[in-house]
């Protein structure tokens, strides 16, 4: 069956190798990424789901969804590729704070609308990352030590299930399905839309400072004592930075989630260390969150690994902070802990996180660089050795690596079953698909 039907079949647009768009359209967020996919499909509405949906049973091919890209590994050889950019609606209900967006929408949009009155969604730190594939995930950022996972605030999600037929699941209407999409990955339905729960926060407090790398230990014995007592309501990371062409810094972000009054005198030992290059503290909307870390918001290059750490001590200090940072270009410490560590007897796949701390290893994906990157993970990740325990969010995933780091034996095997119970034929793929997880 030609993949040329689907031109005729759908609403939205379809392009196929060898068109003048396609290699830009197949292209993921993260440009060190190859996506040799067969199709990538703009779908226009729900009955152009269910159509490439069709087409792929009776073809035997796989669908993978991407509505921005972020996350992809490149492992989809063959496959088409379902943006759903179009899906880009967002309702919010200020009286229930309760917001529903759709697939294509991004996290920046919902602060945006959200701030308007008062509330914010549960994002991470970079508006340009889309709602779905973060929240399908768990997602974590400034407001997870408070609140807990974004999967967890989910009420609803929409979705075209693999026989193509549209859904709106809740706890009560699929208790095993909601369940799997609050936290366990896009395997199981193309999701039109979501509803999540937002959270009254009308005001908050964060920031960058920055010091030259010569201040690394001062500020990592501070970043340690701010997160030992921190309130739920604060969160604080260290980042090392090693920009080409720029002096090697460190820096604290933070964000507290309450009275800027309150927030300026908990960090108020941010002020113990001079000589600081950098400093953006001050009262934020909602809608701003994304200025504390500044991060990227165009298609880049990159090669990233992320891992738990179970404490900050020798293995940690020598190799995270006394060794320099490059060749990477970013080591990233969180403070976790918080609501992130709470057991939910309501919650999704995506349960707590025993370790109190997540690392971030970020470096620049040029096809020259790339190997001696990788080595480096490897020499860090040696060097660590109990301090990291192999478990890691599924939004920390990176290609080549499975999802069965991101869940708990009994977890994978539960969504498993759930997989092959709504898509025996494995029709639907995630970016990191839990049938093909391997520990």
């Keep these: 069956m030609s993949i040329e039907t689907l031109r005729t079949t759908i609403r939205g647009g379809v392009l196929l190798p060898g068109d003048a768009e396609f290699e830009r359209a197949a292209q993921p967020w993260n440009s060190a990424v190859t996506q040799s ?9 729900a009955p152009d789901i269910t159509a490439v949906l069709d087409y ?4 035997g091919r796989v669908v993978v969804t991407q509505p921005t890209g972020h996350g992809a590994t490149g492992d989809i050889d063959g496959a088409i590729l379902v943006r759903t950019r179009n899906f880009d609606n967002i309702a919010v209900d200020p009286e229930r704070r309760v917001a529903r967006v759709g697939s294509g929408v991004r996290w920046g949009q919902v602060q945006a609308a959200a701030a308007a009155h008062g509330l914010a969604g549960l994002s991470g730190s970079n508006p340009v990352v889309g709602v779905t594939g973060y929240t399908l995930g768990g997602g974590f950022g400034w407001f997870a030590r408070t609140y807990g996972w974004a999967s967890d605030a989910v009420r609803a999600v929409e979705i075209v299930d693999a026989t193509g037929r549209p859904q709106r699941v809740t706890a009560d209407s699929d208790p095993d399905l909601f369940w799997a999409l609050r936290g366990g990955g896009g395997d199981f339905g193309i999701v039109t839309g979501v509803e999540f729960e937002l959270v009254a926060l009308p005001r908050l407090y964060g920031g960058r400072v920055m010091w030259p790398v010569d201040r690394t230990g001062e500020v990592f014995e501070l970043f340690n004592e701010l997160t030992a007592d921190a309130p739920a309501e604060l969160s604080v990371w260290l980042q090392r930075y090693a920009i080409p062409g720029a002096a090697p810094t460190v820096a604290i972000d933070f964000a507290y989630l309450g009275d800027p009054a309150e927030g300026r005198h908990l960090t108020r030992r941010l002020d113990t260390i001079g000589g600081h290059i950098a400093d953006t503290r001050g009262e934020l909307s909602p809608a701003e969150i994304g200025k504390i870390t500044a991060e990227p918001t165009e298609p880049s290059p990159s090669l990233s690994r992320g891992e738990l750490l179970t404490d900050l001590g020798d293995a940690v200090v020598k190799t995270l902070i006394d060794a320099p940072c490059a060749p990477l270009l970013n080591v990233q410490i969180r403070g976790l802990g918080g609501a992130l560590a709470q057991h939910r007897p309501d919650g999704g796949a995506r349960g707590p996180v025993a370790e109190p701390y997540a690392l971030y290893l970020l470096g620049l994906g040029l096809p020259h660089l790339q190997a001696g990157i990788a080595d480096r993970f490897a020499e860090i990740l040696d060097a660590l050795g109990p301090s990291v325990t192999g478990a890691k969010p599924y939004t920390f995933l990176a290609p080549g690596e499975s999802a069965a780091a991101a869940f708990d034996p009994a977890t994978l095997a539960r969504l498993r079953e759930i ?18 997880a391997v520990g």
């Design 37 to 45: 996919v067969a199709a990538v499909v703009e779908v226009a509405d």
């Design 56 to 59: 792929a049973r009776r073809a």
């Design 419 to 436: 997989k092959r119970n709504r898509d025996p034929h494995n029709v639907i793929r995630a970016n990191f698909p839990v049938l093909d």
